[in-house]
């Protein structure tokens, strides 16, 4: 299994940009990433998904305005996140998942707040 680092949060103002990045002590290229986010009270959604592939899933709310990224040769996931809403306030969480082999694993999170 690999170890998940996750960075890049912090407090934006509404409109507002950032770019989270996770950091794998292994090889990504053997896992399909995931971005999940849990806001207090809320259970944990998945973001956006990106494949060993390449190809890319969002969930409703944040497409147009977030976009997924791998780069396998600095095993690092990215998140890009546009257009920031209140709504998008929560801790954001890095997930790799062997598919096949049915097991995944967890960064600690990194805290987004998007408020004025």
């Given at each position: ?44 959604e998945l973001v956006a998904g990106i494949t060993r592939g390449g190809s890319t ?14 780069d396998n040769g600095q095993n690092t996931v990215y998140l890009q996140m546009d ?34």
């Amino acid at each position: 299994q690999v170890q998940l680092v996750e960075s890049g949060g912090g407090l934006v103002q509404p409109g507002g940009s950032l770019r989270l990045s996770c950091a794998a002590s292994g090889m990504i290229r053997l896992y399909t990433m995931g971005w999940y986010r849990q806001a207090p009270g809320k259970q944990r959604e998945l973001v956006a998904g990106i494949t060993r592939g390449g190809s890319t899933n969002y969930v409703d709310s944040v497409k147009g305005r977030f976009t997924i990224s791998r780069d396998n040769g600095q095993n690092t996931v990215y998140l890009q996140m546009d257009s920031l809403k209140p709504e998008d306030t929560a801790v954001y969480y890095c997930n790799a998942a062997r598919v096949a082999l049915g097991y995944d694993c967890w960064g600690q999170g990194t805290q987004v707040t998007v408020s004025s």
